[in-house]
């Protein structure tokens, strides 16, 4: 099983990035699926989660800003990030499972700054 983040970068406050996470090797829609990030010297948190029936769940730094959806049938996972903050830089990753015993994938970087 692999899954494979993309779409971090460097953006400028207020603007946007998507993330996927596309999967191979599993079915993505037998799982919940999770956003965690991971800050410098910071445990990784989990951001946004979206469980096999599409309900959702944000932490609440990022609700109205960040929106997860999936798409079975290209077995991907998405994370739209708008209005983005300095805060929001960190290693991003996906996870299947919302376990640590899940399946991570390597994590892509996102750093907002001017």
């Known amino acids: 099983v692999q899954l494979v983040e993309s779409g971090g970068g460097l953006v400028q406050p207020g603007g946007s990035l998507r993330l996927s996470c596309a999967a191979s090797?599993?079915?993505?829609?037998?799982?919940?699926m999770g956003w965690y990030r991971q800050a410098p010297g910071k445990q990784r948190d989990l951001v946004a989660h979206i469980t096999p029936g599409g309900r959702t769940n944000y932490v609440d730094s990022v609700k109205g800003r960040f929106t997860i959806s999936r798409d079975d049938a290209r077995n991907t996972v998405h994370l739209q990030m708008n209005n983005l903050k300095p805060d929001d830089t960190a290693v991003y990753y996906c996870n299947a499972g919302l376990s640590s015993a899940g399946y991570w994938g390597q994590g892509t970087q996102v750093t907002v700054s001017s």
């Open positions: 090797g599993t079915i993505l829609s037998i799982y919940a």
